[in-house]
């Protein structure tokens, strides 16, 4: 038997002790599991069993609730154990499948022996819970594994650094329980492994890359430094995989301290959302909290607005007319120079200019806005004006209180009371009269009556305004944000006038542009206070280079108690105010704080031929270092006109699907060209078109606008239009980029008309000229 033989049987051998292992463990929990939910069962079936009810009196109606509060606490803790059991149950299945991925033999400085450590997506200990079988691939020593290859070694602990030699390095293939393939790895994970990985099928969701984690995803995954990661990365280099794995392991790393929803990701659209939401519990772990800077914006402005979203905002730029003003506005207000402008606009109202709304109730007026103001101004100027305010709104319910009372004597009140239908009239009543009761032995009187039932109707009328008073909205906060604009905006010439008086229209007809949005937001919580998430103790923004400078102070003041890790990458940025400004990717925004900046170079979704097509898109993109796996080179088609557009675009359907390619994306300009070609092959192929009001990720065809397949990927993607016409300016340089970025596999361009000047840039023989047929 050859030496490799024998390290082959060694390893089965290993493994099928490790699957054994497992077993006995998955059948003491099994048995654990149906105990518990025997006694869940039980208990819930029995739960009024166990109970005391009893009304009668007040101690009665207090011992019943602590009894079945008790009682609700032991199904709860026996509910929890039952779901922890289930989960640990659930990942010792999936460990079943594939118990480790990586080994390493590492010998300390100083001690004789050699430790071997399997690795793998959670740690796994003897039946009798007193060795490690596997080690988790978050724990320290795991770290070796990404870091180094055999030779000298070193990893980091909580009690210190460890050195010494790392003497084997293995990296398995295991599925469904048996051993396919094992190599020695040399200084990085070696390359099959990984071959393996990504010459797969693109998929819907996107898949955990623990077993094959490259050096550099390392120190991002595990980085615990300063409270800002900055991540510049190419496209597909790995930066959403690494922050996921990140989160899996925070969550490791602070166990018992923070939880998952104490970390918060920040995506570009909602479809990217779903994409992601397999990875963590794929690890065994709960996912983080989840939104979009969009949801958020709803949040905060339905109802009260109607509002452009980014993506109307990008489709309204992208649109050929001249958008010289509208790009300078865009610019400034996404600015942090705007933001330092509000500040100074804020400070002077601590002394002056706050507008406040009038007080009415029924047409007459309760409290004027003067008075309001007066009281506002009246207090020290020391206190803050969120202070001031609350101040206020406790002096404005008092004098609402009075003013309740008078309203109850008026006749409109009384012919209320009569109109009221015999129901509401019982029920109002009821309700009025069951607090009276139970302090007074007779209910008879009907003055009493009266007086209540007034009370009832008044109170319901106020009820609005008590609302908005609660909720501030005696601040005009729509009238100080125009205020704020009356100032010469030195620095934009002639747009100025056009750019205020555009403002003062929106804002005016109740609108806000998305460039309004975060200023508005921003200068209503300084007025009104922030309602911050205090909670989140990790916040994670992908795609970084898409928020304006002014949004991630906005963001900044949000999440007070946030380390944060923004992630992106500057040749993707396609937004107006990114245009000529830097991303927040940029070091300049950062120092005055303490962060570290990380990059990535390396791209391991597309193919290399795909790969050295796209980087010739953008400056500097000669340093992008493609992963070196096989494909077919990029090719464009040539067309003139819409039939026969439709005819290349049919033919490379076909092929793709010939190939079996299972998820294929068109991908257009804007909405309206997506549309454009959904129409053209709907009813041809089973198609569907992606809008920002329909996203879910399904295997198939689709039409998507680039902006809403950032993040994503597909096995083949076909660029519906690459001509002059579409793909020319400036802002549509990093979007053409993007879409052609999607691609693992395949890449194919048709061009309707003059080819966009953006591929002159690529040499020739990186892709094929096709004729049409
Ligand atoms: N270490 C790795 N092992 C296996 N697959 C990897 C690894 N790193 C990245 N990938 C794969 O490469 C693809 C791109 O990764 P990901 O989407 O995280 O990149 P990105 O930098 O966020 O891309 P983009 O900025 O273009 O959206 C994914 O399919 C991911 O699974």
Same mark, same amino acid.
């Given at each position: 038997?050859?030496?490799?033989?024998?390290?082959?049987?060694?390893?089965?051998?290993?493994?099928?002790?490790?699957?054994?292992?497992?077993?006995?463990?998955?059948?003491?929990?099994?048995?654990?599991?149906?105990? /518990?939910?025997?006694?869940?069962?039980?208990?819930?079936?029995?739960?009024?069993?166990?109970?005391?009810?009893?009304?009668?009196?007040?101690?009665?109606?207090?011992?019943?609730?602590?009894?079945?509060?008790?009682?609700?606490?032991?199904?709860?803790?026996?509910?929890?154990?039952?779901?922890?059991?289930?989960?640990?149950?659930?990942?010792?299945?999936? %460990?079943?499948?594939?118990?480790?991925?990586?080994?390493?033999?590492?010998?300390?400085?100083?001690?004789?022996?050699?430790?071997?450590?399997?690795?793998?997506?959670?740690?796994?200990?003897?039946?009798?819970?007193?060795?490690?079988?596997?080690?988790?691939?978050? !724990? +320290? $020593?795991?770290?070796?594994?990404?870091?180094?290859?055999?030779?000298?070694?070193?990893?980091?602990?909580?009690?210190?650094?460890?050195?010494?030699?790392?003497?084997?390095?293995?990296?398995?293939?295991?599925?469904?329980?048996?051993?396919?393939?094992?190599?020695?790895?040399?200084?990085?994970?070696?390359?099959?492994?990984?071959?393996?990985? #990504?010459?797969?099928?693109?998929?819907?969701?996107?898949?955990?890359? $623990?077993?094959?984690?490259?050096?550099?995803?390392?120190?991002?995954?595990?980085?615990?430094?300063?409270?800002?990661?900055?991540?510049?990365?190419?496209?597909?280099?790995?930066?959403?995989?690494?922050?996921?794995?990140?989160? !899996?392991?925070?969550?490791?790393?602070?166990?018992?301290?923070?939880?998952?929803?104490?970390?918060?990701?920040?995506?570009?659209? +909602?479809?990217?959302?779903?994409?992601?939401?397999?990875? *963590?519990?794929?690890?065994?772990?709960?996912?983080?909290?989840?939104?979009?800077?969009?949801?958020?914006? &709803?949040?905060?402005?339905?109802?009260?607005?109607?509002?452009?979203?980014?993506?109307?905002?990008?489709?309204?730029?992208?649109?050929?007319?001249?958008?010289?003003?509208?790009?300078?506005?865009?610019?400034?207000?996404?600015?942090?120079?705007?933001?330092?402008?509000?500040?100074?606009?804020?400070?002077? #109202?601590?002394?002056?200019?706050?507008?406040?709304?009038?007080?009415?109730?029924?047409?007459?007026? *309760?409290?004027?806005?003067?008075?309001?103001?007066?009281?506002?101004?009246?207090?020290?100027?020391? $206190?803050?004006?969120?202070?001031?305010?609350?101040?206020?709104?406790?002096?404005?319910? !008092?004098?609402?209180?009075?003013?309740?009372?008078?309203?109850?004597?008026?006749?409109?009140?009384?012919?209320?009371?009569?109109? #009221?239908?015999?129901?509401?009239?019982?029920?109002?009543?009821?309700?009025?009269?069951?607090?009276?009761?139970?302090?007074?032995?007779?209910?008879?009187?009907?003055?009493?009556?009266?007086?209540?039932?007034?009370?009832?109707?008044?109170?319901?009328?106020?009820?609005?305004?008590?609302?908005?008073?609660?909720?501030?909205?005696?601040?005009?906060?729509?009238?100080?944000?125009?205020?704020?604009?009356?100032?010469?905006? !030195?620095?934009?010439?002639?747009?100025?006038?056009?750019?205020?008086?555009?403002?003062?229209?929106?804002?005016?007809?109740?609108?806000?542009?998305?460039?309004?949005?975060?200023?508005?937001?921003?200068?209503?919580?300084?007025?009104?206070?922030?309602?911050?998430?205090?909670?989140?103790?990790?916040?994670?923004?992908?795609?970084?280079?898409?928020?304006?400078?002014?949004?991630?102070?906005?963001?900044?003041?949000?999440? +007070?108690?946030?380390?944060?890790?923004?992630?992106?990458?500057?040749?993707?940025?396609?937004?107006?105010?990114? /245009?000529?400004?830097?991303?927040?990717?940029?070091?300049?925004?950062?120092?005055?704080?303490?962060?570290?900046?990380?990059?990535?170079?390396?791209?391991?979704?597309?193919?290399? +031929?795909?790969?050295?097509?796209?980087?010739?898109?953008?400056?500097?993109?000669?340093?992008?270092?493609?992963?070196?796996?096989?494909?077919?080179?990029?090719?464009?088609?040539?067309?003139?006109?819409?039939?026969?557009?439709?005819?290349?675009?049919?033919?490379?359907?076909?092929?793709?699907?010939?190939?079996?390619?299972?998820?294929?994306?068109?991908?257009?300009?804007?909405?309206? &060209?997506?549309?454009?070609?959904?129409? %053209?092959?709907?009813?041809?192929?089973? $198609?569907?078109?992606?809008?920002?009001?329909?996203?879910?990720?399904?295997?198939?065809?689709?039409?998507?606008?680039?902006?809403?397949?950032?993040?994503?990927?597909?096995?083949?993607?076909?660029?519906?239009?690459?001509?002059?016409?579409?793909?020319?300016?400036?802002?549509?340089?990093? #979007?053409?980029?993007?879409?052609?970025?999607?691609?693992?596999?395949?890449?194919?361009?048709?061009?309707?008309? *003059?080819?966009?000047?953006?591929?002159?840039?690529?040499?020739?023989?990186?892709?094929?000229?096709?004729? *049409?047929?």
């Amino acid at each position: 038997m050859s030496e490799n033989e024998k390290m082959w049987q060694e390893e089965q051998r290993k493994l099928n002790e490790t699957i054994q292992e497992i077993d006995a463990k998955a059948d003491q929990y099994i048995q654990k599991v149906g105990g /518990v939910k025997d006694e869940v069962i039980e208990l819930r079936s029995t739960f009024f069993e166990d109970v005391t009810v009893n009304m009668d009196e007040p101690d009665d109606v207090m011992e019943t609730y602590n009894s079945i509060r008790q009682q609700a606490e032991l199904l709860g803790e026996r509910e929890r154990s039952h779901r922890q059991l289930y989960n640990q149950l659930n990942t010792l299945k999936r %460990m079943r499948h594939s118990p480790y991925f990586g080994r390493i033999d590492f010998q300390e400085d100083g001690e004789n022996s050699t430790d071997t450590i399997y690795i793998g997506i959670t740690s796994l200990m003897d039946r009798s819970e007193e060795e490690f079988l596997v080690y988790d691939w978050r !724990a +320290p $020593v795991s770290s070796l594994y990404y870091d180094y290859s055999p030779g000298p070694a070193t990893y980091d602990t909580p009690e210190g650094t460890v050195d010494g030699e790392m003497k084997v390095k293995r990296q398995y293939i295991i599925r469904n329980g048996a051993l396919r393939g094992m190599f020695d790895t040399g200084i990085t994970i070696r390359d099959e492994l990984l071959q393996e990985v #990504l010459g797969s099928q693109a998929s819907t969701v996107m898949k955990s890359i $623990v077993s094959t984690i490259q050096k550099e995803q390392n120190q991002i995954i595990r980085f615990d430094e300063a409270p800002y990661l900055i991540v510049q990365g190419v496209a597909g280099s790995g930066k959403t995989s690494a922050a996921l794995q990140r989160v !899996a392991y925070l969550l490791y790393r602070y166990r018992g301290r923070i939880q998952a929803n104490q970390i918060m990701l920040f995506s570009p659209n +909602p479809m990217f959302n779903s994409y992601v939401a397999n990875v *963590l519990p794929e690890l065994g772990e709960e996912n983080m909290e989840q939104t979009t800077f969009q949801q958020y914006m &709803e949040m905060r402005l339905q109802g009260r607005f109607e509002y452009e979203d980014a993506f109307s905002q990008l489709e309204r730029l992208l649109s050929r007319e001249d958008h010289e003003v509208e790009q300078a506005a865009i610019e400034y207000k996404s600015s942090k120079k705007f933001k330092d402008h509000l500040d100074q606009f804020i400070h002077t #109202l601590e002394s002056d200019g706050l507008v406040f709304r009038n007080i009415k109730f029924r047409g007459r007026l *309760l409290i004027p806005k003067e008075q309001i103001e007066e009281h506002v101004y009246a207090q020290d100027s020391s $206190v803050s004006i969120p202070n001031r305010l609350e101040q206020t709104r406790d002096w404005i319910d !008092a004098q609402l209180d009075k003013y309740e009372e008078e309203e109850r004597e008026k006749d409109w009140v009384k012919q209320e009371i009569e109109l #009221l239908s015999k129901e509401d009239y019982l029920k109002t009543f009821r309700k009025v009269s069951r607090g009276k009761r139970d302090q007074e032995d007779t209910f008879d009187d009907y003055v009493e009556e009266e007086r209540l039932l007034s009370k009832a109707v008044v109170n319901k009328y106020f009820k609005s305004i008590r609302v908005k008073v609660e909720q501030l909205h005696f601040v005009h906060i729509k009238q100080l944000y125009r205020n704020a604009f009356s100032f010469e905006g !030195a620095d934009l010439k002639n747009h100025w006038s056009a750019i205020v008086e555009a403002t003062m229209e929106d804002i005016q007809d109740n609108y806000l542009r998305f460039e309004d949005v975060t200023p508005f937001l921003y200068l209503e919580d300084q007025i009104k206070g922030v309602d911050a998430y205090r909670d989140i103790r990790y916040l994670f923004i992908d795609e970084a280079q898409d928020y304006s400078p002014f949004q991630f102070q906005y963001m900044k003041q949000l999440f +007070p108690y946030a380390r944060m890790t923004l992630l992106g990458d500057y040749n993707q940025a396609i937004y107006a105010h990114n /245009v000529s400004a830097p991303t927040l990717l940029d070091e300049r925004l950062y120092e005055s704080m303490k962060y570290e900046r990380l990059t990535l170079m390396r791209s391991y979704r597309s193919t290399k +031929p795909i790969i050295d097509f796209t980087k010739h898109l953008i400056p500097g993109g000669e340093e992008v270092e493609p992963f070196n796996r096989d494909g077919a080179k990029p090719t464009l088609t040539q067309v003139n006109g819409a039939k026969q557009l439709y005819h290349a675009l049919v033919k490379r359907i076909h092929a793709m699907q010939e190939q079996g390619h299972e998820t294929i994306a068109i991908i257009c300009k804007t909405a309206e &060209e997506a549309r454009h070609a959904y129409d %053209m092959i709907n009813g041809e192929y089973t $198609v569907r078109l992606v809008t920002k009001n329909n996203y879910s990720f399904e295997k198939g065809i689709m039409v998507i606008p680039a902006y809403l397949a950032k993040g994503i990927e597909f096995d083949a993607v076909i660029m519906f239009d690459a001509s002059e016409a579409t793909y020319s300016l400036p802002i549509e340089q990093n #979007l053409f980029y993007t879409a052609c970025t999607r691609a693992m596999h395949e890449l194919h361009l048709l061009c309707n008309g *003059l080819r966009s000047p953006f591929l002159s840039q690529v040499p020739n023989n990186l892709y094929e000229e096709l004729e *049409l047929h």
